[in-house]
């Protein structure tokens, strides 16, 4: 029996003292402790260092990232700046800007180079700004510029060179007297110019101002004006000069604008539209008379086939004739009003014929109120 164990116990003392002869376990490397599943990606990524094939990071290389002025923020090709206190354009707008606000600082000129780079710029807005001087040349590198915000600044007179591709100007509430010969020479077509709440005065037009413009809207309000004035675009659609001091509407006044097909008038002193003066455009769908001094309904309303919207509330009119709206024959007026107001003047509304009104779309259209004096 104990002939049967001895090579088994002589095997066992030799392993035994096979392990305290072993050396302690030592940490190499991280992936040490790698479980199982990981073993074969590191030991692919290890052979790939070997063999020079694994992505290696250049050394001394800065990525390029796109620029944003220091305290814009800059976003899908819109670079806005506002109320951060700017005295000036601020510097590295990225070139692809679509849209740069500038609105609500403090900058007072326009340089030469403030917008260098920007050929792709669409819209631009500089309001509420105390801008005084603009570089002739300053836009001459914003050659898609559609959209120019300018309001609430310190102009004095019109910026010189605007952009050929510009369609929509707002440069009201600046300092601006004067309009030059020549001061929208280059523009093509333009969809909207709002100069209002600039103190200029019918002599501050110079003769070929808007020569050569092709525009659609046009408001000067909240300025100087005594008259509607002369050689304004001949193929405006609406155009708007409320808020002045327009005394009369003579009869060639409007000889040069037959495609308008809205005129406002509102808040000035007008006491006399003269007889025809109306008859220059044909086409006109809604005219403002509110809030002037008109003792009458404007003759010549009748023969205005598409006129739609007549305001003549405020005024000092003190009777409304039978024919003073309506055409005495039937089908020659192509539309029908769908708004008259008449209220807050010194006209008895019991007094009036319902047969007045025949060519109104509806009697809510009618809007009489009270007079109080």
């Known amino acids: 029996m104990l002939k049967n164990l001895l090579p088994l116990l002589l095997l066992w ?24 599943g990981d073993i074969g990606g590191v030991m692919t990524m290890m052979r790939d260092e070997e063999d020079g094939s694994a992505f290696e990071p250049t050394v001394g290389v800065i990525p390029e990232f796109p620029t944003c002025p220091f305290g814009c923020q800059c976003q899908h090709r819109v670079v806005q700046c506002s109320d951060l206190g700017l005295t000036a354009v601020p510097k590295n707008i990225p070139s692809d800007t679509k849209l740069l606000d500038l609105q609500n600082n ?14 792709n710029l669409y819209a631009l807005s500089l309001v509420n700004n105390k801008i005084s001087k603009v570089h002739p040349k300053t836009f001459t590198p914003l050659r898609h510029l559609q959209k120019m915000y300018f309001s609430r600044n310190l102009l004095t007179e019109m910026p010189r060179n605007l952009p050929p591709s510009l369609v929509e100007l707002r440069i009201h509430d600046n300092r601006i007297k004067k309009v030059a010969e020549g001061a929208f020479s280059g523009l093509g077509n333009m969809n909207c110019i709002e100069m209002g709440g600039n103190p200029i005065q019918n002599s501050g037009f110079e003769p070929g101002a808007f020569k050569g413009l092709k525009l659609t809207y046009l408001r000067i309000s909240e300025a100087k004006l005594t008259g509607i004035p002369k050689d304004l675009p001949d193929n405006l659609h609406e155009l708007h000069l409320d808020h002045n001091q327009i ?18 008038l509102g ?46 509330h405020s005024n000092n009119i003190s009777r409304v004739g039978i024919n003073d709206f ?46 109080k004096k």
């Open 267 to 312: 808040y000035n002193h007008i006491r006399m539209i003269e007889d025809g003066g109306l008859a220059f455009v044909p086409n006109l769908r809604e005219l403002h008379l509110e809030n002037n001094r008109l003792s009458r309904v404007p003759g010549g309303l009748p023969q205005m086939k598409f006129l739609q919207v007549v305001y003549l």
């Open 247 to 264: 005394q009369a509407i003579e009869l060639e006044d409007l000889s040069r604008y037959k495609n308008l097909y809205r005129l406002g």
């Open 106 to 119: 403090k900058i007072t000129e326009l340089k030469e180079n403030d917008f260098k780079g920007l050929s």
């Open 13 to 36: 003392a030799t392993f035994i003292s096979s392990l305290c002869l072993a050396l302690p376990f030592e940490q190499r490397g991280f992936w040490d402790f790698g479980i199982e």
């Open 326 to 371: 309506c055409p005495l024959g039937f089908g020659m007026k192509r539309t029908f009003y769908n708004g008259i107001s008449l209220f807050g003047n010194p006209v008895s509304y019991w007094d009036v014929q319902p047969a007045t009104f025949r060519c109104v779309s509806d009697r809510l259209a009618i809007q009489f109120g009270n007079y």
